[in-house]
């Protein structure tokens, strides 16, 4: 493949905004070291690498999102449980606990 | 009729189809009769595992007993790794827990209970399939018996673990927590003065309208706490909502740009040739702008840039050489300015380097004068040195020729005193040898003593035994 050829792809890929650089970088160095003649198939396959990290992009910005409202509803749940625990000792200020659920069986 | 000879021994049975499955125990223990019986099952599998193990049942012996407490709650059973026995099999472990109480000024205390469990490690690889049978126990100074089991319970080492953890419901059970009722029944009666004293406040003092009261106000309390938290909780999600939202949004418009930029490069590949109509159509249906983008438009686009290069470059040769003249007459200027710049430099060092060169010389001028002065100063000084040591010579050479008189005087005043002693002495003996014949002569005419003889003899004694004259050492010696 032709020095021209390969600076159209990594001048492309610079252009691009892609907050991966890890992934840009194996991209940029496969581009680099390529020496195959299958010039089609290796243009498919840069253009479609590329798309998926454009479109992975967006996903993972939503994805960060979604974890975020994920730790959210946790520490308002760990903040309930507090509040039931609270209850509990409010209620029952005695060493031991209130009440018991247990199955067990008694002799 | 069955020979009960030939039924398979329980290890046999173990041996040939392993042990005994959570479901099977499980649902041995549900389907008991009543709870006595399910108990009396309870107490044989505890008695059974007790054999097997070899243990006597001393909770505090290490070697069989595993003790879980508050600080290794959080992990639980866990820490109970299975390990193999010679057979390669995953045998029973044991552990157990202290139920406390609360002592003389609430101080924690180990009862004569104790929870005990026995992980049966069944289904080692799936702790929700793993039975551990759990016992209340009583024992005497940590030695339990299988008869001494009070409560018993089938669970698994998933809801146990989950329960030491939490502390909660079943959990509290499975911690060795008591419950109040329980507290009361056993300790608080008789072991504590003050927890006692406590309970009866509590029985006696506070009526069932002022608890229900003391209730709604903690659940008042507790509501608004919830409502703020909610509130918060509301407010966070709502944030963080808007703000993933714009951000993906951004992210999205970054897409969209990223797509524009990709068809562009894809036009620098038809244009160049490096891809044609086909592969071109292929990459538009991948980006999924398929009907966004038009390949013949795409493709007249390239041939159209392709076309309006060579103009394109040639306009860029004029103007590039038109720039470099530019830059050439440019730097011309500034090399003249440069030079003129250097000449006038160079005459200001040249004059600056004349007058330093004067201000040098005239320097050394007057250096040569001050040194000039300073040893003429220095001979005037040595002159004068020489003179005066000239002058302490002579005196010196004056006050030796003085000392010496000096002695010399002292010395015949010495001798004129030793010559005057001796002669003083010489006296004496005479006038001793004159009274001595005297008085042989018998007074014959002899009347020689002199009338006032003693006076005589005390002068000569005074002489003779006068103290020496101290004669000063030489003023020589003294200089």
Same mark, same amino acid.
Request: glycine letters at 16%.
């Given at each position: 493949m032709k020095k021209e050829e390969k600076k159209i792809y990594l001048d492309l890929i610079q252009n691009l905004k892609l907050n991966n650089p890890v992934l840009v970088s194996y991209i940029t160095n496969f581009i680099e070291t390529y020496d195959g003649t299958n010039d089609k198939e290796f243009t498919m396959l840069i253009f479609g690498f590329l798309n998926l990290l454009n479109s992975h992009e967006e996903v993972s910005v939503r994805a960060k999102g979604f974890d975020k409202l994920l730790e959210i509803r946790k520490d308002f749940d760990k903040k309930l449980e507090d509040m039931e625990d609270e209850f509990e000792e409010e209620m029952n200020p005695m060493p031991a606990a209130a009440s018991s659920d247990v199955e067990e069986t008694t002799q | 009729m069955t020979n009960t000879a030939e039924l398979p021994s329980r290890d046999e049975l173990v041996e040939k189809v392993g042990p005994p499955l959570h479901q099977e125990i499980s649902r041995t223990y549900q389907v008991s009769k009543n709870e006595g019986e399910a108990f009396k099952t309870g107490a044989e599998m505890l008695k059974a595992v007790l054999q097997e193990r070899g243990? *006597? %049942?001393? !909770?505090? *012996?290490q070697k069989q007993f595993t003790k879980l407490h508050e600080g290794n709650f959080q992990r639980g059973i866990d820490i109970l790794q299975p390990e193999t026995d010679s057979s390669g099999r995953y045998p029973p472990q044991m552990f157990y827990i202290p139920v406390y109480k609360r002592g003389f000024l609430g101080r924690k205390e180990e009862t004569d209970e104790a929870m005990v469990g026995i992980? !049966?490690?069944? *289904? /080692?690889?799936?702790p929700d399939k793993n039975t551990v049978l759990m016992y209340q126990v009583k024992h005497k100074n940590g030695v339990i018996s299988a008869n001494s089991a009070k409560k018993f319970l089938v669970s698994t080492e998933d809801a146990v673990t989950k329960g030491m953890q939490e502390g909660k419901g079943r959990g509290k059970w499975f911690r060795g927590e008591l419950t109040v009722e329980q507290y009361n029944n056993k300790y608080a009666k008789k072991d504590s003065k003050y927890w006692a004293s406590e309970r009866r406040i509590r029985k006696l003092e506070i009526d069932p309208v002022e608890e229900a009261g003391r209730r709604e106000e903690v659940l008042k309390r507790l509501e608004g706490y919830y409502v703020e938290q909610l509130a918060e909780y509301d407010k966070k999600t709502a944030a963080e909502i808007k703000k993933s939202a714009a951000e993906a949004e951004q992210a999205k418009l970054t897409g969209i740009e990223n797509q524009r930029k990709l068809i562009v490069g894809l036009t620098d590949l038809l244009k160049t040739g490096v891809i044609q109509r086909v592969a071109a159509e292929r990459m538009i249906k991948e980006l999924g702008l398929e009907g966004v983008v038009d390949v013949d438009k795409l493709i007249a686009q390239a041939e159209t840039q392709a076309q309006s290069q060579d103009g394109a470059v040639k306009v860029e040769i004029d103007t590039r050489r038109d720039e470099l003249e530019a830059e050439n007459k440019e730097l011309k200027s500034k090399l003249q300015k440069e030079i003129t710049e250097g000449r006038k430099r160079e005459q200001d060092l040249e004059r600056q380097h004349k007058e330093q060169q004067e201000n040098y010389e005239k320097q050394a001028k007057e250096w040569q004068d001050q040194l000039q002065k300073t040893q003429d100063l220095m001979k005037a000084i040595e002159s004068r040195l020489a003179e005066q040591e000239k002058r302490a010579k002579e005196r010196e050479a004056e006050i030796a020729k003085a000392m010496k008189d000096k002695d010399e005087e002292l010395a015949a005043q010495k001798g004129a005193a030793i010559k005057f002693a001796t002669l003083a002495l010489d006296l004496k003996n005479q006038l001793n040898e004159l009274e001595k014949k005297s008085a042989q002569n018998g %007074? /014959? %005419? %002899?009347?020689?003593?002199?009338?006032e003889g003693k006076v005589i003899e005390g002068q000569f004694r005074d002489i003779t035994e006068a103290t020496p004259v101290e004669v000063p050492p030489p003023l020589s010696q003294l200089a």
């Open positions: - | 243990s *006597d %049942g001393k !909770l505090y *012996d992980k !049966l490690n069944n *289904d /080692v690889n799936n %007074g /014959v %005419g %002899g009347n020689v003593n002199p009338p």
